[in-house]
Each structure stands twice: as structure tokens, then as C-alpha cells.
């Protein structure tokens, strides 16, 4: 019975990160769709809207850094091609 519980709070935690996942991507998707954003202003937005609330101060952190990092690759990428 317990293994059950358990198992199922497991589940609940694996749906709910897919969910929160899928959350950043479709705000993303939708703010890069919308207006004239740049790569850095969509991810910061979706970011903002969908993962933000989830995330202490060091997990902030380290995902502005990942941003500026992807968003640097994506305009060497960009240029290269």
C-alpha cells in the first residue's frame, strides 16, 4: 500500500514538470510569434510567465546565464549559415 503512495506522489511530481515544460514552451512559442521580440526578450518573457514562480534564487540565476549563453549560440549559428 505504501509503495503505492509512493509511487503515484512520483508520478504526480514527473506529470507536473512535463506540464510545466510544455508551459514554458508554448508561452515561449507564443511571445516569439507575437510582435517584434527578440530570441533573449521571448525566453525571458516565457520564462517570466511559466517557470519563474518554481524557481528560487539560484535557479533564476543560473538560468539567465543559460539564456544569454543559448541566445549567443543561436546568433553565431545564425550567422554562420
Known amino acids: 500500500m505504501v ?3 509512493y509511487y503515484y506522489l512520483w508520478l504526480n511530481t514527473i506529470e507536473s514538470y512535463r506540464f510545466r515544460a510544455f508551459e ?3 508561452c515561449f512559442l507564443h511571445e516569439f510569434g507575437t510582435g517584434d521580440k527578440t530570441l533573449a526578450d521571448a525566453i525571458g518573457k516565457a520564462y517570466a510567465q511559466s517557470l519563474r514562480r518554481y524557481h528560487g534564487m539560484l535557479a533564476r540565476n543560473i ?3 543559460n ?3 543559448i541566445v549567443d549560440l543561436f546568433e553565431i549559428d545564425f550567422y554562420i549559415f
Open 3 to 5: 509503495e503505492t503512495v
Open 24 to 26: 514554458f514552451i508554448a
Open 63 to 65: 538560468f539567465s546565464v
Open 67 to 69: 539564456e544569454n549563453t
